[in-house]
């Protein structure tokens, strides 16, 4: 069974401090894709990033940068010296190869960056 | 390219009423998705649809709820005899294929 966990249900930093937000997921499928999403108070999903389970190099993007580890099934989150526009929910979400985009979501973490 | 649209954007209704949601997917976009958020909750799939084809239906599709493209373009999902369990953010998504989703902004339900 297809499963994400996001232990971390609230995070608050203060602003300029990196913060790393946890994704475990659990499936039986050797292909798969991994993401994270991005959800503001206005209920858009803004897409992030995503990784097939092949992949396994972290990327960096700016202030944000994942830590894909297949080893221990995890893909983290880290912002870089964040900002009060990082404040929102963030989704880690994974699907299998053969839909691409049904989506196995995790509950989220809320993150609140104060100034 | 003006993303996915979803109408309306807020909708209270009495229990027991039926209620329609529309999605506006990107122009081009063979796959539409809808999803169910409730208060604190990720997303939960509902159903996806490639083309005009209903391909896949979640368990949580319950028979109150049906989802049609009649065209291959606009999509409604309609919600019979709402509970307040109903209550919840609909969200509709949109993708070429297996790239890139984009989300719209959702419809809020409110069952009082």
């Known amino acids: 069974a297809q499963k994400v966990t996001q232990a971390q249900t609230e995070i608050s930093v203060v602003e300029k401090e990196d913060v790393t937000l946890d994704c475990v997921y659990e499936?039986?499928?050797?292909?798969?894709?991994l993401f994270w999403y991005k959800q503001p108070p206005s209920g858009e999903l803004v897409f992030l990033i995503r990784r097939n389970s092949f992949d396994e190099q972290n990327e960096i993007s700016g202030r944000y940068s994942w830590n894909f580890q297949k080893s221990t099934s995890s893909f983290n989150f880290t912002i870089t010296a964040s900002q009060v526009v990082d404040s929102a929910v963030y989704f880690c979400?994974?699907?299998?190869?053969?839909?691409?985009?049904?989506?196995?979501f995790g509950t989220g973490t809320s993150l609140t960056v104060i100034p | 390219d003006t993303g996915v649209s979803q109408n309306p954007r807020h909708k209270i209704t009495k229990r027991g009423q039926n209620v329609t949601f529309r999605c506006d997917p990107i122009s081009e976009h063979n796959r539409l998705y809808w999803y169910r958020q409730t208060l604190g909750q990720g997303p939960e799939f509902l159903t996806y649809?490639?083309?005009?084809?209903?391909?896949?239906k979640s368990r949580l599709l319950s028979d109150r709820f049906s989802a049609e493209r009649p065209k291959g373009s606009f999509s409604t999902l309609e919600i019979q005899r709402t509970e307040q369990g109903d209550s919840a953010m609909y969200l509709c998504a949109s993708s070429y294929y297996r790239d890139r989703a984009f989300f719209g902004q959702g419809t809020r339900l409110t069952v009082v």
């Open positions: 979400a994974l699907s299998e190869d053969q839909t691409g985009n049904q989506f196995y």
């Open positions: 499936t039986r499928d050797t292909t798969y894709y």
């Open positions: 649809f490639q083309n005009e084809a209903q391909l896949e």
